[in-house]
């Protein structure tokens, strides 16, 4: 396993999640019409929109985390048994912190 491959991969899913989150919170500050009709169909993707946001914040923790376990030099070891976790695992799911035996 290349860490410094998987760091790149977990850097740059960092920073796309960083941009799209901005991106939905500019549309969730946007100014709301005072037309009553328009401003219902504006806001009716609010919902969806903060739901979206919530798992991209759980996203972009799990990858913090991940970060934090490279420059500890613990990436790749489960959290829960202290075994390795397959490449395989952590070439699919980059900012994995269980094997899939712990996972499940």
Excluded at 49 to 67: F, M, P, S
Excluded at 68 to 95: F, H, M, N, Q, V
Aim: glycine share 6%; aromatic share 2%.
């Amino acid at each position: 396993m290349d860490i410094a491959t998987q760091k790149q991969t977990l850097l740059t899913r960092r920073a796309e999640l960083t941009a799209h989150l901005n991106k939905v919170e500019d549309q969730l500050d946007e100014t709301p019409t005072k037309d009553l009709e328009d401003y219902s169909s504006e806001r009716q993707g609010d919902p969806v929109l903060e739901a979206l946001g919530r798992h991209e914040l759980d996203a972009l923790k799990r990858i913090d985390a991940a970060l934090a376990r490279i420059g500890a030099g613990t990436y790749g070891i489960c959290l829960k048994c202290g075994e390795p976790i397959s490449d395989a695992r952590l070439e699919l799911l980059p900012d994995t912190a269980l094997c899939k035996a712990c996972a499940v």
